[in-house]
């Protein structure tokens, strides 16, 4: 089997973007979130499974438990977290990709991809993608969470998978 390979310093810096786990949290009983902690890793990817909530809610994603003001959206400002379905409130099922770079210095900013899960071929599929940042300057991204907004549950086996870079 053959290889390409750039010439330079390029094609070792794509090699040492090969994607590992390094973190992964699976839902064991019923809960309103879902939370995993992962090392500091500059280049971050976020997958995020659920199915059929006990209600319909929003889904919203926070990083290192920051409730705070420190999120801005394509749609809003100063925001206490991400909303991933951009205001949809449903109760369907949803699968999410989000991607961080993740430095302590900058405002890191966050490319989020989630489609709604569907029952069968005769529902169309809604899907979402928005542009945020986390605007902390002080602090690596340690710890992501999925919160749904009032009462509704995520069911068992709802989950967060973290992928990042060797580096």
């Known amino acids: 089997m053959a290889t390409h390979q750039h010439s330079g310093d390029f094609s070792a810096s794509l090699r040492s973007q090969d994607l590992q786990q390094v973190g992964r949290t699976e839902l064991a009983v019923a809960a309103t ?9 500059r280049y971050v990817k976020i997958i995020i499974s659920w199915g059929a909530k006990s209600g319909a809610s929003d889904d919203y994603v926070r990083f290192n438990n920051d409730s705070g003001s420190n999120y801005t959206t394509t749609t809003g400002t100063s925001q206490a977290q991400i909303d991933i379905r ?6 369907l099922g949803g699968f999410s990709v989000i991607e961080v770079f993740n430095l302590s210095s900058i405002v890191k900013p966050v490319f989020i991809h989630t489609v709604n899960r569907i029952t069968g071929a005769g529902t169309a599929i809604s ?41």
């Open 33 to 41: 979130s879902i939370r995993t902690d992962i090392p500091v890793k």
């Open 86 to 91: 951009n205001a949809a409130n449903s109760a």
């Open 127 to 167: 899907s979402y993608q928005l542009f945020a940042s986390w605007v902390n300057t002080t602090e690596f991204l340690t710890r992501v969470d999925l919160v749904s907004s009032g009462a509704a549950t995520y069911p068992v086996g709802a989950s967060i998978l973290v992928l990042s870079s060797r580096e």
